[in-house]
């Protein structure tokens, strides 16, 4: 993989912790560069640190994981926040991921797993079991089966150019990179998202992915958790 990956590991139970540091230790491709035991102190050992991915939980005291991912947005612009949690409310992980988390993954996931997921969000791609979003759109009863769900979304068609933008965004794509591969300039890039934003009724990336998820226009990797 080229250079080690650097991980900053989050999470209020130090036994946890040690055993994360145990698991990932084995792996020559990655070096664990810090710890933290709540969101107060991941702020300052992630913004200080810089590291390439951090594993963070949701419930700490103090600060939660989801409001220490939206500091940890603005200050650490290159570290890819992977959610690693026993909480199974999904309101909780989908306010996560929308608040920037590149991904989630449950406590009681394989070690595996845990390495796969790493390796995907630090590449910048989306790691998302797909029966979460199964379970929060079934929940939330938004499809009606009309073409329209209960947010006012509709599968309104998306333009060849679109469909290319979302491939490259739910790949982890910067507009800068999408405008490279696509030979377009970085406004026309915007142009394209503002224009599927509006069409899924959504307000951002994330939100955009995760219903094209549900909507059938980005697959699920047979071999993986995510999403291209």
Known sequence: MGDRVRVVIV?????LREGLRVILSTEEWIEIVGEAAHGLEAIEVVSRLQPDVGLLDITMPGTDGIEAIRLLKQNSLRTKLLILTAAMDDDSIFQALLAGAKGYLSKDSSASDLLK??????????WVESK???????????IDGRGEDGNGRTSAALTSKEYEVLRLLAAGATNKEIAQALFISEKTVKCHLTSMFRKFNVTGRTEAILYAIHQGLIRNCTSCQYFC
């Open 11 to 15: 999470d209020d139970h130090r036994v």
């Open 117 to 126: 997921a790493i390796q995907v969000v630090h590449q910048g791609q989306l």
């Open 132 to 142: 979460l979003i199964t379970r929060f759109f079934e929940r939330e009863a938004l």
